[in-house]
């Protein structure tokens, strides 16, 4: 899928980063060791690092 606009972006990584939480495998977002959500809502790059797109 190609993703057009900053809206759609971030509607796609909600989704993403929300998916180990609505599976039961973690209580927050946060929680989830491989996820991106650090890098993109507190700028904290230690575990993964990335370049922001958004």
Known sequence: ?????DKKML???DYM????V???LVSH???WPWS???FYYLGDDSMIAMDRQV
């Not at 899928?1 to 606009?5: E, F, P, Q």
């Not at 980063?17 to 180990?20: D, G, V």
């Open 36 to 38: 991106s959500w650090r």
């Open 29 to 31: 977002v946060g929680d």
């Open 11 to 13: 509607e796609k990584l």
């Open 1 to 5: 899928m190609n993703i057009w606009s």
């Open 17 to 20: 980063h929300n998916n180990p």
């Open 22 to 24: 609505e599976r039961g």
